[in-house]
Structure formats: C-alpha cells, structure tokens
C-alpha cells in the first residue's frame, strides 16, 4: 500500500507533467488541498533508517554512472569512505 508521500507524489508529478490534461492537473491539485494539506506530507522515510547496503549500493552505482558528473562522483567516493 502507498505511503501519503508517495501518493502524493504522484498528484505533484501529474500537476508538473506538460502532457497531463487541464482535467488531470485540476483533479490532482483538488486531491492535494483536500487531502494532502496541499501536498505538504512528511516523506515516507522521515521516521526510518536507511538501509547501508542499499546506501553503499547506491553510491557505488554513482561513480560508475556516465551521466553522472564528475562532482557527484567525488562526493559518491567520498561518502562511501566514510562509511568504510
């Protein structure tokens, strides 16, 4: 079952994509103010700690990305030294 963040999410997504329909948009921007206290949802991890392989994962996959720029990767490296 979908978190509220991630809910509305997807009502942020559909408001921002320029090929949803004026109908689309006006629904998902009715459901967030009536619903979602105008989309301002706490985010589905707030209160969760992260998973360090799914971290390390991710931050490996950073420095192997091409389009990933060279910054990016630094800072990948970086953090993936301190967790070390």
Do not use: W, Y
């Amino acid at each position: 079952m979908p978190t509220d963040a991630q809910v509305a999410g997807g009502h942020k997504a559909t408001i921002n994509n320029p090929n949803s329909s004026k109908e689309a948009v006006e629904n998902s921007k009715q459901i967030l103010e009536n619903e979602f206290n105008g989309g301002d949802v706490p985010h589905a991890d707030d209160n969760k700690e992260k998973n360090p392989g799914n971290v390390i994962g991710g931050l490996k996959a950073t420095t192997k990305n091409p389009n990933v720029s060279e910054e990016a990767k630094k800072n990948a490296e970086e953090r993936l030294k301190e967790m070390q």
